[in-house]
């Protein structure tokens, strides 16, 4: 099972996703609060590295951090845990609460279905 990521960590690993690879200085400018010092970010990512999200290359005197685990990985793990601790294992539940919650039309949920069923298909190619 995946590790949860605090709000920091998270908003980190989301630059780190974004770019790729990026430096701790590239990395402040994308924050949402980039008044944060520049030791409270590398603080964070060296969590991240124990963690085993993030792993670094020395390039000349710096170091370039990367993402080791995917997005998609992450968000996978991370909702089914909503899913299972909020509603009952049922993803059937998640997806009603999100229409609901968001005033999806029939239209919106004819696509939404749509959708649904693309992932569905190119996952199947996939296997």
Do not use: C
Not at 31 to 57: A, D, M, N
């Amino acid at each position: 099972m995946i590790k949860r990521l605090t709000k920091a960590e998270e908003e980190i690993m989301l630059i780190l996703w974004k770019l790729g690879e990026s430096t701790i200085r590239e990395v402040m400018t994308e924050l949402s609060e980039p008044q944060t010092p520049y030791t409270t970010i590398s603080t964070v990512v060296r969590v991240l590295e124990k963690k085993e999200f993030v792993g670094h290359k020395a390039v000349g005197t710096t170091y370039l951090y990367y993402p080791l685990v995917p997005k998609k990985e992450y968000l996978k793990g991370y909702l089914s845990g909503i899913v299972s601790n909020y509603f009952d294992g049922s993803p059937t539940r998640l997806a009603a609460f999100f229409a609901r919650e968001n005033d999806l039309d029939m239209g919106d949920l004819t696509e939404l279905m749509s959708d649904i069923e693309s992932e569905l298909k190119e996952s199947e190619g996939d296997a």
